[in-house]
């Protein structure tokens, strides 16, 4: 579905590479958990995706990325927005209308979505975010977690296959963030989107992606399953990765030799792994 | 932090009412008290003004803006009181001061005049949703889309950077800049440095808000996108004649003397 | 030091405290955690004199923040956001820090070798430009110009938000070491990781009112109170309520290994 085929790219007047040599191909249905330091090239890898890179930022450019064979070097931004819907980082700038209703509308307005489809787009994407009854209210009058659910509905509203989000959940709380990511999962289950997810708590990616991708300066370090890439936490913690600590205690207990079994990723494996250990 | 031409929602008939006739509304309300030298007819106006508040359920923001404006114009007041000197001296001071009754009459004027023009506009825009706006602007008014939501967005930044800059202005005092001072000069001279992370984060967002708003999909839209249709209707034909009855009005109000 | 007496805040509908009293002695480390919307933040601004109580008192070192200006309290009270970008304000990184120290100080001297003993510190070069820094070192350069006055108390509002966890633990290093020496310390954090590594004492806010309040450990253990302040536990504490009794008082993973392989061994014992 996506393919990135040898991506470098240096921002105009950047002093090094923001992507290194990226090779990486993103199959239809995937969950993908982007996460790495801050400078390793994440933000830049979803703007290569969706187009910003190279329509909107210039610089030196080599390698080619790829949207269901379309290449992205000769497609602008609107143009694929058909087929990639973002949710970027700060919400405010997102936002472009004063009611719930009037930012979902905006976006079909521009496709040009036949009148008789949009009412029941509209309605459909409040209710897969679970915010129908935020429809008439005034966008400042929202909490930070709605303006997101918000951003969401809008984009999902003009159907996208692929989904693409920059740290959707920064500026929420532990529960709040957890309930997004339910979002996100039915989305990718239910109604086959891929989702490609940049995030820095890989508590979250951990539990809600299928595969994580580990990027440090600019380059791609592990690409794996959630299990795989867990698997490597004294890797991810050279790398300035926090795994989770369910994660670290089950590789003590590897160390200490009392468990031998795979890499804890949540509470309710490590529960097992413990009793497996005490109980007779 | 809300500023003064956040959307409120409403269903009231001003609400309803077709946003060009709104619009038309306002903007003949400025002008008529643009025109208008009569102390009488501009209040009138301010009164109109908060009746009309009243009518979309805004009567708070209404008071607000008018508390506010208030202040504002104390300045204005005492700034033409000083300049003009034409006209029967009422008293004179040091300085070679002297505040005279054309002076007073007609800061009386132009203060009335700020206010009575001011309020309609900020009053239109907290009824009137941005998108209905741009849309009223491209396909009544025929303007480029692309100027269209460059002004909307403009409009909508206004209370970003203004919660920006409170943002801005806490932490600078938090770290003891004394922008807390009620030395209106001192203040202006320590908020002059500020301007620098402001304009920092504003470029950011505003770099930000030109990448969303292209990917999702604004060079894609055509002059027919418009979902929304805006009818006319016979209570906006009703609004226009008023509208116009206004304005005829403020011209006949500098020939009756009272 | 820090007393706050039934304070109450509403001149904000989105923003409210409802009765709020406690007291905070000299050289506390202490979290005020909640969901978003409890009103950390409000409370946070509430104890610099950024806002004013509606009813109540609150009291630092014995000056009352409702007539005290909060640039007067900065001698005192360092207060760290979020966003660095909004306190940043200087075209290097050592006017940047000298900014902060000119506004409280005259001695030049003394201004000198503050300035000279934070550069060290930190690590910066003095004549790089802010905004060439990544956001971390932003941060980092924002804390080093409110360590260099050198105030009693640090206010942090979530000072870890965007920053990755290497970035999050230098700067909790370094807010640490500052706690060492004696300064009180409050943090609002939504990491309960980092609340529980770092923090002694435990506020816990929901819906505008203080439900809990103390020491952090004995906190993470009263699941009602996290249920209500819609909370998520740290993970050694979820494990160790899910494993029962024995697991009483666990919260580390140093811990955890430690009675695991205790139990493990017990075991081994009775089956020989």
């Given at each position: ?8 790219f240096?921002y105009k007047?950047?002093?090094?590479n923001?992507?290194?040599n990226?090779n ?5 249905g995937d969950f993908?958990?982007?996460t ?8 830049s890898l979803?703007?290569?995706i969706?187009?910003v890179?190279?329509?909107?930022y210039?610089?030196?450019?080599y390698?080619?990325v790829?949207?269901?064979?379309e290449?992205?070097?000769?497609t602008?931004?609107s ?7 973002s949710?970027f ?9 004063s009611?719930?209703?009037?930012e979902?509308?905006y976006g079909?307005?521009?496709f040009s979505?036949?009148a008789v489809?949009?009412e029941?787009?509209?309605?459909s994407a ?7 009854s935020?429809?008439?209210?005034s ?5 930070g977690?709605q303006?997101?659910?918000v ?16 740290e959707?959940t920064s500026e929420?709380?532990?529960?709040s963030s ?11 289950e239910n109604?086959?989107?891929?989702i490609i997810?940049v ?6 990616l951990?539990e809600?992606a299928?595969n994580?991708?580990v990027m440090?300066?600019?380059k ?5 399953s ?16 926090n795994?989770p ?5 089950s ?7 009392v ?5 804890c990723?949540n509470?309710e ?5 413990v009793?497996s250990?005490?109980d007779d | 932090m ?9 269903n009231?008939?001003?609400?309803r009412?077709?946003p ?7 903007f003949?309300i400025?002008?008529?008290?643009f025109?208008s030298?009569?102390h009488?007819f501009l209040?009138?106006?301010i009164?109109l003004n908060?009746v009309?508040a009243?009518?979309a ?5 209404g008071?607000?803006?008018?508390k ?6 104390v ?7 000083l300049?003009?000197r034409?006209g029967e001296?009422?008293l004179e001071?040091p300085f070679n001061?002297i505040i005279t009754e054309d002076g007073?009459?007609t800061?009386i004027?132009?203060v ?5 023009a001011?309020m309609?506009l ?6 009137t949703?941005?998108n209905?706006?741009s849309n009223i602007?491209?396909v009544?008014l025929?303007?480029p ?20 800059m ?5 932490a600078q005092v938090?770290?003891?800049?004394q922008l ?6 001192k203040?202006?001279?320590?908020i002059?440095?500020l301007c ?10 505003i770099e ?9 999909g604004?060079?894609?839209?055509t ?11 016979w209570n906006d034909v009703?609004?226009l004649?008023?509208?116009v009855?206004l ?6 109000s ?5 | 030091?820090?007393?706050?007496q039934?304070?109450?805040f ?7 405290l409802?009765d709020?009293s406690f007291?905070i002695?000299k ?5 005020i ?8 933040s409000?409370?946070c ?8 109580p509606?009813?109540?008192s609150?009291?630092?070192n014995?000056?009352?923040t409702?007539?005290t ?9 360092g207060?760290?956001?979020q966003n ?10 050592a ?7 000119e506004?409280?100080?005259k001695?030049?001297?003394f ?5 000279e003993?934070?550069?060290s510190?930190?690590?910066f ?6 905004f060439?820094?990544?956001r ?11 360590i260099?006055?050198e105030?009693?108390?640090l206010?942090l509002d979530?000072?870890t938000?965007?920053?990755d966890y290497?970035e999050c633990?230098?700067i909790?290093?370094?807010?640490r070491e500052?706690n ?5 310390v409050i ?10 590594d770092y923090a002694?004492?435990v506020?816990v806010l ?16 009263m699941?009602?109170v996290?249920e209500?302040a819609?909370?998520i536990?740290p993970?050694?504490?979820s ?5 029962g009794?024995g697991?009483?008082?666990v919260?580390?993973?140093e811990?955890m290994?430690?009675l695991i ?5 017990e ?6």
């Amino acid at each position: 579905m996506i393919k990135i085929s040898n991506l470098t790219f240096r921002y105009k007047d950047g002093r090094k590479n923001a992507l290194d040599n990226i090779n990486l191909s993103i199959n239809k249905g995937d969950f993908l958990g982007i996460t790495g330091t801050s400078g390793a090239g994440k933000t830049s890898l979803t703007y290569a995706i969706n187009g910003v890179i190279p329509h909107h930022y210039n610089g030196d450019y080599y390698g080619s990325v790829r949207i269901e064979g379309e290449d992205t070097f000769d497609t602008s931004p609107s143009a694929l927005s058909l087929k990639i819907g973002s949710v970027f980082q700060d919400i405010d700038t997102q936002l472009v209308s004063s009611v719930v209703e009037d930012e979902i509308l905006y976006g079909l307005e521009n496709f040009s979505v036949p009148a008789v489809e949009i009412e029941q787009r509209i309605s459909s994407a409040l209710e897969a975010v679970g915010i129908s009854s935020l429809r008439y209210r005034s966008i400042e009058s929202l909490s930070g977690g709605q303006k997101q659910k918000v951003a969401l509905a809008a984009i999902l509203a003009l159907r996208p296959k692929i989904l693409l989000l920059d740290e959707p959940t920064s500026e929420l709380d532990p529960e709040s963030s957890v309930q997004f990511y339910r979002i996100l999962r039915e989305l990718n289950e239910n109604h086959g989107i891929t989702i490609i997810v940049v995030e820095q708590k890989i508590m979250l990616l951990s539990e809600f992606a299928k595969n994580i991708l580990v990027m440090d300066t600019g380059k791609i370090v592990i690409n794996g399953s959630v299990r795989e890439v867990i698997d490597r936490s004294s890797l991810l913690e050279e790398i300035g990765i926090n795994c989770p600590r369910v994660t670290s205690l089950s590789n003590r207990l590897k160390e200490e030799g009392v468990y031998t079994g795979s890499v804890c990723i949540n509470v309710e494996e490590a529960e097992k792994m413990v009793r497996s250990i005490i109980d007779d | 932090m809300r500023s003064f031409f956040d959307y409120i929602p409403g269903n009231s008939f001003l609400h309803r009412l077709n946003p060009l006739s709104r619009i038309f509304l306002s903007f003949m309300i400025s002008i008529a008290c643009f025109s208008s030298k009569s102390h009488l007819f501009l209040l009138l106006m301010i009164l109109l003004n908060l009746v009309l508040a009243a009518l979309a359920g805004i009567l708070n923001r209404g008071m607000e803006l008018l508390k506010n404006l208030s202040k504002f114009s104390v300045f204005i007041f005492v700034l033409q009181v000083l300049f003009v000197r034409r006209g029967e001296v009422l008293l004179e001071m040091p300085f070679n001061i002297i505040i005279t009754e054309d002076g007073i009459s007609t800061a009386i004027i132009i203060v009335l005049r700020l206010i009575g023009a001011t309020m309609p506009l900020a009053l239109m825009l907290s009824i009137t949703q941005m998108n209905d706006l741009s849309n009223i602007l491209v396909v009544k008014l025929k303007i480029p889309y692309k100027y269209a939501f460059a002004f909307t967005t403009a409009l909508r930044f206004i209370p970003i950077f203004a919660s920006e800059m409170s943002a801005i202005i806490e932490a600078q005092v938090s770290r003891g800049v004394q922008l807390d001072t009620k030395n209106i000069f001192k203040k202006t001279r320590l908020i002059l440095p500020l301007c620098l992370p402001l304009l920092i984060t504003s470029m950011k967002k505003i770099e930000g808000s030109a990448i969303s708003a292209e990917i999702r999909g604004f060079y894609l839209r055509t002059g027919e996108s418009c979902y929304r249709k805006y009818f006319i209707n016979w209570n906006d034909v009703g609004v226009l004649l008023f509208a116009v009855i206004l304005f005829i009005s403020a011209v006949f109000s500098n020939n009756i003397k009272l | 030091m820090i007393r706050l007496q039934n304070v109450c805040f509403n001149y904000d509908r989105d923003r409210t405290l409802t009765d709020i009293s406690f007291h905070i002695n000299k050289g506390e480390f202490a979290a005020i955690i909640g969901a978003n919307g409890a009103g950390k933040s409000t409370l946070c601004r509430l104890l610099n004199g950024l806002l004013k109580p509606s009813s109540g008192s609150v009291e630092i070192n014995g000056l009352d923040t409702g007539h005290t200006k909060s640039s007067v309290l900065a001698r005192q009270i360092g207060f760290l956001f979020q966003n660095p970008d909004r306190q940043i304000c200087r075209n290097t990184v050592a006017e940047e820090i000298l900014f902060g120290l000119e506004l409280l100080y005259k001695d030049r001297e003394f201004i000198a070798e503050r300035l000279e003993k934070v550069l060290s510190m930190f690590g910066f070069s003095a004549e790089d430009n802010p905004f060439n820094l990544s956001r971390g070192e932003r941060q980092r350069l924002a804390l080093a110009s409110l360590i260099a006055v050198e105030p009693e108390i640090l206010i942090l509002d979530e000072p870890t938000t965007g920053l990755d966890y290497k970035e999050c633990i230098e700067i909790m290093e370094i807010v640490r070491e500052m706690n060492k020496k004696g300064t009180t310390v409050i943090m609002v954090c939504h990491d309960m990781e980092v609340v529980l590594d770092y923090a002694e004492r435990v506020l816990v806010l929901s819906g505008g009112k203080l439900i809990a309040d103390g020491e952090t450990r004995s906190v993470f253990c009263m699941n009602d109170v996290l249920e209500q302040a819609s909370l998520i536990p740290p993970q050694m504490a979820s494990l160790a309520g899910r494993l029962g009794s024995g697991f009483e008082d666990v919260f580390t993973v140093e811990e955890m290994t430690e009675l695991i392989l205790e139990k493990s061994n017990e075991k081994r014992r009775v089956e020989v």
